[in-house]
């Protein structure tokens, strides 16, 4: 399977994981199925309160690639890892607030190291996102 095919898989599958476990876990999830972007999914909470959440899929540890842009109290990061077949998908979650926060401050210490960030790419080394590790608890009630 070409690379790009791959990538094309992982992210959807990884977009179903996310709605099916914010659906098992009580919230109401609409694919945006387009071009939005910076939603993957619309959700309401238990509590009826409605946010956004931009999906990230990797079927390895890379790093998780991010656009930098404002964050946004209505906008939340699932990030889905997908193992080999046999395992289950792992699950991090972020606010956009703690994401772009991140993603801020690892770009102030690359540069402070004396690399020059490249402009076209940004985001969170696979570590860094370990922190957010099933947070299901960050997303609105």
Do not use: C
Not at 16 to 29: D, I, N, Q, S
Not at 32 to 37: D, E, H, Q, R
Not at 61 to 90: G, K, M
Not at 98 to 108: L, P, S
């Amino acid at each position: 399977m070409s690379p790009v095919r791959k990538q094309f898989f992982t992210q959807w599958a990884a977009q179903f994981y996310a709605a099916a476990e914010l659906t098992r876990r009580g919230y109401l999830v609409s694919l945006t199925l387009g071009n939005a972007p910076e939603a993957d999914l619309i959700v309401r909470s238990p509590g009826d309160k409605l946010f956004e959440v931009d999906v990230k899929g990797l079927a390895s540890t890379n790093p998780w690639l991010i656009q930098e842009r404002p964050a946004r109290p209505d906008l939340y990061f699932v990030l889905v890892h997908l193992p080999p077949l046999d395992d289950a998908p792992e699950f991090f979650i972020a606010s956009s607030e703690e994401i772009m926060n991140a993603i801020a401050a690892y770009r102030e210490r690359y540069v402070a190291s004396g690399k020059e960030w490249p402009p076209s790419v940004s985001g969170l080394t696979w570590k860094m996102g370990l922190k957010y590790a099933n947070r299901w608890q960050a997303l609105p009630p």
